[in-house]
């Protein structure tokens, strides 16, 4: 069975979060079941890994936008590095940039990256049994194969469209119909929610099946999924929740060269002491003291804009019996609020930017990682911190709640249900007495790095779906 995985992210090629993680490591490990021959399509970057690898050039050739014709070149990436084929589709001007997002004009972008992967696939007849679309992004790759007269070649091939994050839907006005391939207009209501051309709404109609990153995730868009509510409800037959995995090879705190000191479930305690003195050091922070940490993305889905309120308050009520690190970038209010109390409290310390192996570290060296996610469709960070004997002090939602399962009730993590300052600290404070029973930390250090969450369950539900 041959699968073509399109994303706009694969680890290491390029991550912005998440979405990277999980396409640098489903494909690999479908790969080592029989059979399965899953493959890579993204966007060509100007990033490191690029100038870093040898490519072949499998396709050159055109597509429009309305009057625009723009140029597709299709790299195939010379030895499979990364346990997959990876296929790098290059439009100059639109998908040769520097980053996945951020961009005014992302909607031709994305319209160009997948026009061009269909356009090649139809122009060179690769007909693939499973196109498995990841996000909005490449959310009208199923409309597109089943209503554009210049994909007939591929009419019929399978589709699942896996939404990673419903909060981002890639809505356009319908004036951007012009700049697809010519479809089917009688069709247009497979694309549109309310008003606008809607690429995850369409993803949800008109894909064979459609995936959750977890089984808490989906429950709750019955509830809250940015107004497609009744979509959702309404294809419910077609909707499966499918928890991500971590890539165990990248993600071992035995081997993992990221860190100042390995180490395995025999040595946890002690060498994650000294991974912790280490950091602690560097950032001034206090080794003695609990060490509270957060990975992420500075926006609201992630409850990043409590985070300040958050500092200070555990700060005083604990009387300073604690640290925070913080390793994040986004909303630039958020970000100044921080710096002013990384100056104001000792007990504080952060690192604005993306930095990879400065995350590592951290997960490796905290006691306790917080996530106060508003929403959490899935959450890799939980999964990571207990592998790396972490414990998690997450709030009770999506994947989250699918993962890490409170101390009280027999789980070695600790879950709040309210994303508040309140609850946050008042969760934060459970953890500091935990911290401070002998034995019980160590336990917990054991339990979490007990928890198997290796990609090769979900990978064959994935299979297992393709089948159906
Ligand atoms: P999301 O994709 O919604 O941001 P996930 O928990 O699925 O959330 O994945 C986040 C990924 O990005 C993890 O691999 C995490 O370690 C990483 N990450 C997030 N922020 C940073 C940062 N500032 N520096 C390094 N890694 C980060
Ligand atoms: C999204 C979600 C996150 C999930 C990731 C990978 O970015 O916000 O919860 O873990 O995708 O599926």
Redesign the pocket.
Known sequence: MVIYHLSTECYPVA?V???A?VVGALPKYQNKIKGIDAKVVMPWYNKSFVHDHEFDIVFDGFIHQAENMLQVQVMKEKTNALGFELYMVKVPGLLDRDNPYGYQDESFQFLAFQHGVLHWLSAMEIRPDVLHCHDYHTGLVPFMIQNCPEFQFLKGVKTIGTI??GEYQGMMSWNMAKYMPSFDSYKWGLMDWNGYINPLASMIKCSDAFTTVSEGYLEELFISFRGLESLVRQEFGKAYGIINGIDTEVWDPETDPMLDFNFSIKNAVAQKKKNKEKLCKEYGLKPELPLFAF???FATE?GADLLPDVVWKSIKQSYGALNIMI???GNSYIENKLKEYEYTYTNFALDL????Y??HKIYASADFLLMPSRVEP????QM?SMRYGTVPVVRYTGGLRDTVEDISTGGAGLNFTYPGVDDIVHAMNRAIAIYNQKGVMEDLIHANMNFDFAWEKSAEKYIALYNN
């Open positions: 991550k979060g998440g979405l993680d990673h994050n990975i992420g993305r992630k390793l994040g970038s930017g993306y930095k990879e400065l995350s899935c959450g890799l960070n990571y």
